[in-house]
T-cell receptor
Framework: KAGVTQTPRYLIKTRGQQVTLSCSPI?????VSWYQQTPGQGLQFLFE???????NKGNFPGRFSGRQFSNSRSEMNVSTLELGDSALYLC??????FGNGTRLTVT | QKEVEQDPGPLSVPEGAIVSLNCTYS??????FMWYRQYSRKGPELLMY????GNKEDGRFTAQVDKSSKYISLFIRDSQPSDSATYLC??????????FGAGTTVTVRA
């Protein structure tokens, strides 16, 4: 059974740009959660989607958004990137199994 | 004060030793307790998952939950160099939002 797939693995963006990250959960799982991991703040919950609906949201600014498609794949978008958005973005499938993340660097 | 407190270490032990990790928490609504292992450049890997108070054993790993003290532990017996990683505790009220500790970096010396 395939695990959680996140693409791309690495991204380098410039301040002010926007970025879209993708996550495919384990087959059959309908929930996808997103987390931000930084050395200073650790792992922080961003939001969770279930059957295309956002069910839960963490304490992040509105620049962070997401969506889920009918096949359960999810995308996360960060607009107007800031240097502090540099982090490992992790996706979890229903709700315990994580992918290997997307490493975002903002310069 | 953070909702979940975990000593970041680092912790260094000789091969074969018992590794003892713990977390404390302040939210009495937490019901589900997890331990993850994370290697460098990888995502967290679920090691143990427990509900409510008590002990759970899986191979060399034992997880303990004491809800009255708001304290959870993970013990790794017969530690191996391959156990060198960051260990994260996580908790949930029952929804799909996990609250994590800061993670403890463990090195097992051969």
């Amino acid at each position: 059974k395939a695990g959680v797939t996140q693409t791309p693995r690495y991204l380098i963006k410039t301040r002010g740009q926007q970025v879209t990250l993708s996550c495919s959960p384990i087959s059959g799982h309908r929930s996808v959660s997103w987390y931000q991991q930084t050395p200073g703040q650790g792992l922080q919950f961003l939001f969770e989607y279930f059957s295309e609906t956002q069910r839960n949201k963490g304490n992040f600014p509105g620049r962070f958004s997401g969506r889920q498609f009918s096949n359960s794949r999810s995308e996360m978008n960060v607009s107007t990137l800031e240097l502090g958005d540099s982090a490992l973005y992790l996706c979890a499938s229903a709700p315990l199994h994580f992918g290997n993340g997307t490493r975002l660097t903002v310069t | 004060q953070k909702e979940v407190e975990q000593d970041p270490g680092p912790l260094s032990v000789p091969e074969g030793a018992i590794v003892s990790l713990n977390c404390t928490y302040s939210n009495s609504a937490f019901q589900y307790f997890m331990w993850y292992r994370q290697y460098s450049r990888k995502g967290p890997e679920l090691l143990m998952y427990t509900y409510s108070s008590g002990n759970k054993e899986d191979g060399r790993f034992t997880a303990q939950v004491d809800k009255s003290s708001k304290y959870i532990s993970l013990f790794i017996r017969d530690s191996q160099p391959s156990d060198s990683a960051t260990y994260l505790c996580a908790m949930s009220e029952g929804d799909y939002k996990l609250s994590f500790g800061a993670g403890t970096t463990v090195t097992v010396r051969a």
